[in-house]
T-cell receptor, first 115, second 117 residues
Framework: AQTVTQSQPEMSVQEAETVTLSCTYDTSESDYYLFWYKQPPSRQMILVIRQEAYKQQNATENRFSVNFQKAAKSFSLKISDSQLGDAAMYFCAYRSADSNYQLIWGAGTKLIIKP | GAVVSQHPSWVICKSGTSVKIECRSLDFQATTMFWYRQFPKQSLMLMATSNEGSKATYEQGVEKDKFLINHASLTLSTLTVTSAHPEDSSFYIC?????????????FGDGTRLSIL
């Protein structure tokens, strides 16, 4: 069975600085998708970024980018120029390409932004 | 973009009553929807997969008779917490795949905060 591990329960960063959240996963599959979701205090789940495993190029969305290392089964999220609005829980999630869209979730990392 | 509406957002009720939570896909059809439970400061825990026109698939340890799921149409799934007790108090979230291929992400409702007195 697939598993997702987020080893950092909490991270803090100074406003305008860069922070990297780590995520590792375990799978025997070769085709899958990876996601980072953000959950602010409002508890909405917001998609931050996604990566297809068959793509070698790392996904980027404005200030958010990933470092996808397929061989190492690592999928870290880098947030550049951190803003106060980035404060939230961040969840890494895995989905098999042949599943019924079911996501496997990491435990989450709480990101604190220091003004 | 794809939107999932979840209602109610917050409900407080007495122990022993049943509570129904609705999850609607507003601009797309969802043959599959997911129901999650989230405890404070924890990750999402999948409770069940709701399948349009057929029985839901429950995760191990989730009581089927306690958490009734109905997916009667392509845009609506409901979760009914029957004879709710204080231990059922939690945050419940639904989600649905947005279609457009396997790579599409799930879209989430805003969640329901359930408090049982």
């Amino acid at each position: 069975a697939q598993t997702v591990t987020q080893s950092q329960p909490e991270m803090s960063v100074q406003e305008a600085e860069t922070v990297t959240l780590s995520c590792t996963y375990d799978t025997s599959e070769s085709d899958y998708y990876l996601f980072w979701y953000k959950q602010p205090p409002s508890r909405q789940m917001i998609l931050v970024i996604r990566q297809e495993a068959y793509k070698q190029q790392n996904a980027t969305e404005n200030r958010f980018s990933v470092n996808f290392q397929k061989a190492a089964k690592s999928f870290s999220l880098k947030i550049s120029d951190s803003q106060l609005g980035d404060a939230a829980m961040y969840f890494c999630a895995y989905r098999s390409a042949d599943s019924n869209y079911q996501l496997i979730w990491g435990a989450g990392t709480k990101l604190i932004i220091k003004p | 973009g794809a939107v999932v509406s979840q209602h109610p957002s917050w409900v407080i009720c007495k122990s022993g009553t049943s509570v129904k939570i609705e999850c609607r896909s507003l601009d797309f059809q969802a043959t599959t929807m997911f129901w999650y439970r989230q405890f404070p400061k924890q990750s999402l825990m999948l409770m069940a997969t709701s399948n349009e026109g057929s029985k839901a698939t429950y995760e191990q340890g989730v009581e089927k008779d306690k958490f009734l799921i109905n997916h009667a149409s392509l845009t609506l799934s409901t979760l009914t917490v029957t004879s709710a007790h204080p231990e059922d108090s939690s945050f419940y979230i639904c989600s649905a795949p947005g279609g457009g291929g396997w790579g599409q992400p799930q879209h989430f409702g805003d969640g329901t905060r359930l408090s049982i007195l």
